[in-house]
C-alpha cells in the first residue's frame, strides 16, 4: 500500500515564504510524475506545478517565478519552495504522484493534504 505524507503548510504574511514536502512510501517500484495541486475554497483543485522523474517542471502560469518544485529519487520527496506569498495562495496544497507498484501497474495517489494560509 501506497502512502504519500505531506508536511510544511501553515500560516505565513504576504510576501512570506514557506516550504512544502511530501514523502511517498509503500510497495513502490518506481514513480514518474510527482506534483503538486491546490484547492482554494469556491474552486476547483488546480494544478501547481509537476516534475518528472528525471526533473523536468511545468508550473502553472500564477505560479511562475514564485514557486520551485523539486525532487528527491533516492528518498521519493518532492517539495514545493513558495516564495512571495499572496493572500491568493491560501488553499489546501495537496501532493500528487503517479507510481509503479507492480509490473506494469500505475496507479495515480493523492496525499491528505495540507493547508496554506496567506495573511494580507
Known amino acids: 500500500q501506497v502512502q504519500l505524507v505531506e508536511s510544511g503548510g501553515g500560516l505565513v504574511q504576504a510576501g512570506g515564504s514557506l516550504r512544502l514536502s511530501c514523502a511517498a512510501s509503500?510497495?513502490?517500484?518506481?514513480?514518474?510524475?510527482m506534483g503538486w495541486y491546490r484547492q482554494a475554497p469556491g474552486k476547483q483543485r488546480e494544478l501547481v506545478a509537476t516534475?518528472?522523474?528525471?526533473?523536468?517542471?511545468n508550473y502553472a502560469d500564477s505560479m511562475k517565478g514564485r514557486f520551485t518544485i523539486s525532487r528527491n529519487n533516492a528518498k521519493n520527496t518532492v517539495s514545493l519552495q513558495m516564495n512571495s506569498l499572496k493572500p491568493e495562495d491560501t488553499a489546501v496544497y495537496y501532493c500528487?504522484?503517479?507510481?509503479?507498484?507492480?509490473?506494469?501497474?500505475?496507479?495515480?495517489?493523492w496525499g491528505q493534504g495540507t493547508q496554506v494560509t496567506v495573511s494580507s
Open positions: 509503500g510497495n513502490i517500484l518506481s514513480i514518474n510524475h
Open positions: 500528487n504522484a503517479d507510481i509503479y507498484t507492480g509490473g506494469y501497474g500505475l496507479n495515480n495517489y
Open positions: 516534475i518528472t522523474s528525471s526533473g523536468r517542471t
